[in-house]
């Protein structure tokens, strides 16, 4: 069982920047692949970055040049920079765990922006 902790949200203007931070239970966090979704009221949760064990990343095309996913093996912890918000960026942002064929959550942390 790997149990992932969210935090970092908040409320911010249009324009601000937030960093939410994940942190990871299990000695094998290594080779977990990371992600970032997020799920506005009514709407489906969506992938909003991925990180692999390698590096690797992707982004959904709303986020790209905006949000920077990255990890820290060390920490047990990931990370989603968030620059430039808009509104339509409010959504509560979960944190994700793949690791041998299975998938697991936080509890979901809300990111509100607005004026």
């Known amino acids: 069982q790997v149990q992932l902790v969210e935090s970092g949200g908040g409320l911010v203007q249009p324009g601000g920047s937030l960093r939410l931070s994940c942190a990871a239970s299990?000695?094998?966090?290594?080779?977990?692949?990371m992600g970032w979704y997020r799920q506005a009221p009514g709407e489906q949760r969506d992938l909003v970055a991925r990180?692999?064990?390698?590096?690797?990343?992707n982004y959904a095309d709303s986020v790209k040049g905006r949000f920077t996913i990255s990890r820290d093996n060390v920490k047990n912890t990931v990370y989603l920079q968030m620059n430039s918000l808009k509104p339509e960026d409010t959504a509560v942002y979960y944190c994700?765990?793949?690791?041998?064929?299975?998938?697991?959550w936080g509890q979901g942390t809300q990111v509100t922006v607005s004026s």
């Open positions: 299990g000695s094998s966090f290594a080779f977990y692949v």
């Open positions: 990180i692999t064990s390698g590096g690797n990343t």
């Open positions: 994700n765990a793949a690791f041998l064929g299975r998938n697991f």
